[in-house]
T-cell receptor, first 114, second 115 residues
Framework: KQEVTQIPAALSVPEGENLVLNCSFTDSAIYNLQWFRQDPGKGLTSLLLIQSSQREQTSGRLNASLDKSSGRSTLYIAASQPGDSATYLCAVRTIIQGAQKLVFGQGTRLTINP | DTAVSQTPKYLVTQMGNDKSIKCEQNLGHDTMYWYKQDSKKFLKIMFSYNNKELIINETVPNRFSPKSPDKAHLNLHINSLELGDSAVYFC??????????????FGPGTRLTVL
């Protein structure tokens, strides 16, 4: 059974700090892991996707790592800005009972204080 | 804004009715998807269309019929709604069809409540 957990549930930091969001999953049989951000009332914005054979992906100030064997991923945000305030979700793509599914964590609500 | 958009955001209806949910993407993507979020918060894929052609139909009841008038739109029509159809439905798109391996861009979801 695949379960995705994100820690912490909420995080508030001053502008300019570097920070790490954590994601863990219980079943390592995944196709890929994806980090999203969600702004209030809006859809999911894809940030980074890491295939199961990859170790990390980088986009601008974001770096995501994947350790499939230990069931962990981290999202590193450098030099945080108020515009980074959002809920960050990680999701693993897997096959459950023969059907392709995307399993999401509960999210980390990030607040960057000016 | 470039995005995947869905209408309506909320839909409340009676059992037995027929309803449609619309999805549009202006990202220039070739592939669009419909997902249903189940009670455990998993998103289960229902349909996938590539260039207006159906490529995935994940054992969804015939009451669900997707329609893709062009590659920027994928609408979901549901006949004879049942209580168990109550869920949040997400539309998504991707540049090309790459199975479970590609990045997909999601809409905000439509919360359907069947009374």
């Amino acid at each position: 059974k695949q379960e995705v957990t994100q820690i912490p549930a909420a995080l508030s930091v001053p502008e300019g700090e570097n920070l790490v969001l954590n994601c863990s999953f219980t079943d390592s049989a995944i196709y890929n892991l994806q980090w999203f951000r969600q702004d209030p009332g809006k859809g999911l914005t894809s940030l980074l996707l890491i295939q199961s054979s990859q170790r990390e992906q980088t986009s601008g100030r974001l770096n995501a790592s994947l350790d499939k064997s230990s069931g962990r991923s981290t999202l590193y945000i450098a030099a945080s800005q108020p515009g980074d305030s959002a809920t960050y979700l990680c999701a693993v793509r897997t096959i459950i009972q023969g059907a392709q599914k995307l399993v999401f964590g509960q999210g980390t609500r990030l607040t960057i204080n000016p | 804004d470039t995005a995947v958009s869905q209408t309506p955001k909320y839909l409340v209806t009676q059992m037995g009715n027929d309803k449609s949910i619309k999805c549009e993407q202006n990202l220039g993507h070739d592939t669009m998807y419909w997902y249903k979020q189940d009670s455990k918060k998993f998103l289960k894929i229902m349909f996938s269309y590539n260039n207006k052609e159906l490529i995935i139909n994940e054992t969804v009841p015939n009451r669900f019929s997707p329609k893709s008038p062009d590659k920027a739109h994928l609408n979901l029509h549901i006949n004879s709604l049942e209580l168990g159809d109550s869920a949040v439905y997400f539309c998504a798109s991707s540049p090309v069809y790459s199975g479970p391996f590609g990045t997909q861009y999601f809409g905000p979801g439509t919360r359907l409540t069947v009374l």
